[in-house]
Every structure is written in C-alpha cells, then in structure tokens.
C-alpha cells in the first residue's frame, strides 16, 4: 500500500537534503539491497543496483504523490509543485552519452531502434510555400487545446501547418522531463526516446513551442534551443506562460463574488512577473530569439470580459466554485472550460505569424457543438487573442498603425 510505502520511505531515506541531494547520513550498501528488495521500482535504470540518487528520487516520487496531489481531506490537487530533479542539471555538460551529443544518422538510429519501425524515424517538411512555418513542440494539458486548434485556425487562414510534438501529462510534458527522456539521461538513464532530437538533427524547421512547468529553469530551455540552432540557426522559440491558478490564492474562495477585475490583474501580473524573469535571461543569450505566448493575459482579459458580461454563452468563473459547466476554468489544477480552446489557439496563431485572427474570412471548421462557442464569443476570443499578443512586450509582435498585422511584417 502506498501510505506504509511512504512511511518507511520518509523514515529510512532521510538522508537527503534539497535538490542537490547532498548526503546528511550516507547509507550503507547493505541497506540499499534491502531498500532494493523491498522496493524494485526505485531501480530506475533496471540495472539491478539501486543508488542513493534513485532511492532519493522515488521517496520524492511517492511523497509528492501523497501531498502535493491531496489537500484536505483527500481531495485530488493535480500536479506536484514541489519534485527534486537530478543534480546533473547543475553540471557544464551533460553525461557523455546523451544522445544529443551523437550524429544526427546516429540520433536517427536510436530512435529508429526504440519504435521499433512503428512510425518514420525522422519527419520531415518541404519549405511551405502558404507562408507556415515548420514548427516542433513539446507541452502538457495546458498547451493541448491550443495544440488542436492551432492548426485549423491555420487551415482557415490559408495554411496547411507542419506540427510535430512530444507532449504528455503535467510533469511528463515538462521541457526538462522531455530531454531527459529524449537523451536517455538521469531518471531515463539508457533508455533514450529521441523523437523531436532525430527530426531536428535531420530536418529543417523554424521554430519550436514548450508549455512551462512549476520550477522551471532558464537551463531547461538553453539545451534545445542549442540543439535546435546547431542544425538550424534561424529557428525561433516560444514560450507558453500559462495563466492564473488557485492555488495562487493559497485557499479556494467560498463563491464566484471574490473574483474582480483587480484580483484577476493581481493573478496575471504573477504570472507575467515569473514568466518573463525565465525569458528574459533566455533572451539575453540569444537575442532576437526567445517570445512568450501570452495566453496567461489571454485569460485575464477574457475573465476580465465575463465580469463585464461580454462572453455571451459563458455562465461562470471556476466551475470549482461556481459550479458552471461553461466556465472558464474547469477544475482546481485550472485547465480551460468548453469553447477556450479556440482562445489559446488564436494566441498561438497570433503570435507566430503577426496577424490577427480577426483578419481570418473563412469559416472555421472547429468541429463539436455548433451553438457554443457562438459566432459572437468566437469574434471576441479572437479579439482578445490579438490584444493580448501586442499587449505583452515578450511577444515578439507590434501593432503601433492598428491594421491588426504586425509592423514588421506588414500585409
């Protein structure tokens, strides 16, 4: 059972301290054989030896699991905010068989070998002629409405769009988690999956997408895009930022009244002040290179419309609190209610190619339940989208002449 597992754990591999895990009280190989024993899959590698650091990393799984996914009285919290990561991340290199560091013929083998001929090795696009770009990406729940309905806002624009993504759910979405995992490195020790490392060594692209993650690290986002511009330099890079959560609030308010335009500022100026302290020092190393998609605004100014009564067909806030099906954030975590995936697809879209959504005349193919979003909540995401994006500095987008196309790019 897991809270006797736990237990034990906590009491007999207290001998770890912070991220860098560095020894309190060493254990003796005679007590890791018999965690090992007790506990098979803290052997991370399979390799039928467990280490202090794997013994350290799944107490930290389990204990996670216990607290930072159940508040009172046992209810679900969504992901861990508080994990450790291996102590490598604090290294100049990474160990010398990261695949990252092979040949890209070599990358391609290595995942050729771990799927198995399942799919193609590499995926590739010729340069689109429709003016879309070749984008790669990686991302959790929080970037996978955008996900799916940033390519048929494309479609509708004219554009068919190259997508290729590594995603996977909260913390196996992360960026940090997707390299490990990619390079076979730390808690994948070995066991490389180099999907996106093997089309990028191989193929041409020209930018990449990630949604953030609880304690990011500017060093989470440097190893790719080193990676990505070593095989293609002009690449461009973006940044989810997300948008407010309740866990903000530190406890839930007790009805939907708590919420006003100022808490709502209060909550997404958190969330920018976070968000462009990790860019910034990206952008610093790489000018011109690094842009936040601001959907984190996108949510503040559409919330900050519901309370003006300006998202016709939108009945609450926080189904959490209010109780509304038709909210704009649908559990405690804060993934996006029915209809906001268009919103954050509209974001993407906006920020990539510098136009307005607004400026799209085809009747997009959404697909599911026609009479929500309607045509007018659907005019009015796609105006936020565009307020949002020339309304944050990091977006990389100007819009001074208001012909809703950004200024660089012209029409």
């Known amino acids: 059972m897991r809270i006797p597992i736990l237990a034990f754990l906590i009491a007999s591999l207290a001998f770890t301290s912070g991220p860098s895990c560095q020894a309190q009280s060493v254990p003796s190989a005679k007590q890791l054989e018999n965690w090992l024993k007790r506990f098979p899959d803290a052997d991370a590698d399979r390799d039928g030896t467990l280490t202090i650091e794997e013994a350290s990393r799944y107490r930290e799984k389990l204990r996670s699991g216990a607290t930072d996914r159940r508040g009172a009285g046992g209810s679900r919290q969504g992901a861990p905010r508080q994990f450790t990561v291996s102590p490598g991340w604090d290294l100049q290199r990474f160990p010398e068989h990261a695949v990252c560091y092979l040949p890209p013929q070599e990358i391609k083998a290595v995942f050729q070998q771990s799927i198995g001929g399942k799919q193609p090795a590499v995926v590739s696009y010729e340069k689109p002629d429709d003016g879309a770009l070749r984008i790669v990406g990686t991302g959790h729940s929080f970037m ?5 309905t940033f390519p048929v806002i494309c479609k509708a624009a004219g554009m068919k769009q190259p997508l290729y993504t590594h995603t996977g759910g909260g ?11 990619e390079n076979g490195i730390f808690d994948f020790d070995g066991r490389p999956q180099p999907k996106l490392l093997a089309s990028i060594a191989n193929a041409k692209w020209d930018a990449m997408m990630w949604g953030p993650y609880f304690n990011d690290r500017p060093v989470y986002y440097s190893c790719w895009i080193d990676f990505c511009l070593k095989y293609n330099p002009e690449m461009k890079f973006y940044l989810s930022d997300a948008w407010p959560q309740l866990y903000q609030l530190g406890t839930n308010p007790e009805s939907e009244s708590f919420f006003t335009a100022e808490i709502f500022d209060r909550l997404g100026a958190e969330r920018r002040a976070e968000y462009v302290q990790q860019v910034e020092v990206l952008r610093k190393q790489y000018p011109d290179k690094v842009f936040i998609l601001p959907t984190s605004d996108a949510m503040v100014l559409a ?20 109780g509304k099906e038709r909210s704009l954030w649908r559990d405690q975590l804060g993934h996006i209610g029915p209809g906001f995936d268009r919103l954050e697809g509209y974001v993407f879209y906006a920020t990539l190619y510098g136009r307005s959504p607004e400026l799209i005349e085809d009747q997009i193919a959404f697909g599911g339940d026609d009479a929500f979003p309607g045509p007018k909540l659907d005019r009015k995401f796609r105006e936020i989208a565009w307020q949002a ?9 100007e819009d001074r002449d208001g012909d809703r196309v950004d200024d660089s790019r012209g029409r």
Not at 144 to 148: D, L, S, T
Not at 389 to 397: D, E, K, N
Request: charged residues 20%; glycine residues 18%.
């Open 389 to 397: 994006v020339i309304g944050h500095p990091l977006s990389g987008v």
């Open 144 to 148: 996978a409405p955008g996900y799916r």
């Open 303 to 322: 919330a900050k419309s519901y309370l003006k009564g300006e998202l016709p067909g939108v009945e609450g806030i926080h189904r959490v609190i209010g």
């Open 171 to 181: 913390i196996t979405g992360s960026t940090r988690y997707k390299w490990e995992q």
